[in-house]
């Protein structure tokens, strides 16, 4: 995004006409950086040329996962409804992985039935019951087994997977039991060894001390696999604050975790495929006046965009017009919801607004339209891709009579 006389642009087309054009709020995607965030991440590994399976919770629009699957990702699903919509999008069962805490049996059946690549267990007793729906099928089917690493990923306790005290996953003890039941079946082929520690990860240190502990585990049974399950977790850069994550670190850690093995390595990226593709258009309703700061009150709303209050999230915010006039009160973006964490950022030295101004909320590709809600009878907003010049609805956006 770059401003072009004044106005906030991204490709070859400027918000300020697709506000007036489409209203507000709209999420709109840049294809450009989708396809560019794609092609880097594969670059960065190309030397072992991991299968990439977009993390779908991460955003479920099936025309951007259409877009993903056109340059060769598979799926990464948690849910009966994920994977539906990583079928719609026409993606090759074989690259799909199922993971999970709480599958039920209706979805295990669903996954079984469709011949996907794996389902990552998180449980003994998952993988029980993977076992007897197999079994009564009379076929086997290829597993994986989610291990719990212990690993602070040093990220916000609410996306942190890997801990001990986390939900997800197998201890080491459970691991090596699991183990020792798949080599006793005939219903199970246990061929995946899973890890996930975490999101919005910044640093390759927790990722090295995942693989380290890895590395020990695998030393210490002779169970063959075929693939080892990365996860993702990859952080992008929300602020001027952010460092960012070195994939080159990152990359000769897995190569010498890979040296004298022959493990087929799998990624579940999301945020870092889309995250920084997205923006949220939004217009200012009102301005209201208090002692030490201006309330901005947006039309876009915390069911549009929960992540602030989810778990304080900060999103880059811009003016759609540049001014140049700075204003001398802090001013306080929140939305229209019947709650005080519906808001979105606090920004002093900010740009003088008026009420029906619009403003850009940025990176807001990941988690935003996937965690957005009715709540207040609010409608979903529109989504839009944009291809240079081109502008394509890829969702609707929803009306009061289809809620009501």
Do not use: W
């Amino acid at each position: 995004m770059k401003y072009i006389n004044k106005k906030l642009s991204i490709e070859k087309t400027n918000f300020h006409k697709i506000a007036q054009n489409f209203k507000t709020p709209t999420y709109c995607y840049s294809y450009s950086k989708l396809k560019e965030n794609i092609t880097n991440f594969k670059k960065n590994f190309k030397s072992f040329s991991p299968l990439i399976c977009f993390a779908v919770k991460s955003n479920t629009n099936v025309s951007l996962i259409k877009e993903i699957k056109k340059f060769g990702l598979g799926a990464d699903v948690v849910s009966i409804g994920e994977m539906m919509m990583a079928l719609k999008a026409k993606i090759n069962p074989k690259k799909i992985v199922f993971s999970g805490v709480g599958k039920t049996t209706d979805e295990i059946n669903f996954a079984i039935d469709r011949k996907i690549l794996l389902i990552n267990a998180e449980s003994k007793s998952e993988v029980e019951e993977i076992n007897r729906i197999a079994k009564t099928k009379k076929i086997k089917v290829q597993i994986g087994v989610r291990l719990n690493p212990n690993t602070d990923a040093k990220t916000l306790s609410q996306i942190s997977t890997g801990k001990k005290d986390n939900k997800f996953g197998v201890n080491k003890k459970t691991f090596y039991e699991i183990i020792n039941f798949c080599k006793s079946s005939k219903n199970v082929d246990l061929k995946c060894l899973s890890v996930h520690i975490g999101s919005q990860i910044l640093d390759h240190k927790p990722y090295e001390k995942m693989l380290k502990v890895l590395d020990n585990i695998l030393n210490k049974t002779n169970h063959k696999f075929e693939y080892i399950d990365l996860g993702g977790g990859m952080g992008i850069s929300y602020s001027n604050k952010n460092k960012k994550l070195n994939y080159k670190k990152y990359n000769s850690a897995i190569k010498k975790f890979l040296k004298n093995k022959k493990y087929k390595i799998i990624f579940e990226p999301g945020r870092s495929i889309i995250g920084n593709t997205g923006t949220l258009i939004t217009k200012v309703i009102y301005i209201k006046d208090s002692e030490s700061k201006k309330f901005i009150i947006l039309d876009a709303a915390m069911n549009d965009l929960m992540r602030p209050a989810l778990y304080g999230a900060i999103h880059k915010t811009l003016p759609l017009i540049k001014s140049g006039k700075i204003s001398k009160k802090t001013y306080e973006f929140v939305g229209p919801i019947c709650e005080s964490t519906d808001k979105f950022i606090t920004i002093k030295n900010f740009q003088e607004l008026k009420e029906k101004d619009y403003i850009a909320i940025c990176d807001v590709g990941a988690y935003g339209m996937s965690l957005s809600s009715n709540y207040n009878l609010r409608t979903k907003p529109l989504e839009l891709l944009i291809k240079g010049n081109k502008l394509k609805i890829i969702r609707k956006r929803q009306k009061h009579k289809d809620l009501i």
